[in-house]
């Protein structure tokens, strides 16, 4: 399974940008995706997950409100919408996904990880 993550950049305070991830490989019917980023000198922390079925949407509290986490199945890609950006945001964003029944907010069911795509917030 690979995971192509893009969509990253450098953007003033308050814009926005949309990542991307492309799953391709896949030998499972269904996955729940996940966002998570890392900023330099912090842990991997939790942004936004989606689970295969159904319309629940989660998201982290720093995020929620100005992040959209979407996906299209039939493309197999799954998007982070980004707006209102804030300088905190600024990190390595990883798409992630998982095909076991685990917690989709749990970092450590996603066996699968794109390879991450900066995101740079300058004020």
């Known amino acids: 399974v690979q995971l192509q993550a893009s969509g990253g950049g450098l953007v003033q305070t308050g814009g926005s940008l949309r990542l991307s991830c492309v799953v391709s490989?896949?030998?499972?019917?269904?996955?729940?995706t996940a966002w998570y980023r890392q900023a330099p000198g912090k842990e991997r922390e939790f942004v936004s997950a989606?689970?295969?079925?159904?319309?629940?949407?989660l998201y982290s509290n720093s995020v929620r409100g100005r992040f959209t986490i979407s996906r299209d199945k039939a493309k197999d890609t799954v998007f982070l919408q980004m707006n209102s950006l804030k300088l905190e945001d600024t990190a390595v964003y990883y798409c992630?996904?998982?095909?076991?029944?685990?917690?989709?907010?749990?970092?450590?069911?996603?066996?699968?990880w794109g390879q991450g795509t900066q995101v740079t917030v300058s004020s």
């Open positions: 490989g896949r030998t499972f019917s269904a996955y729940d």
């Open positions: 989606m689970p295969w079925r159904g319309d629940r949407r």
């Open positions: 992630a996904v998982k095909s076991n029944a685990g917690n989709v907010d749990q970092i450590t069911n996603y066996d699968y």
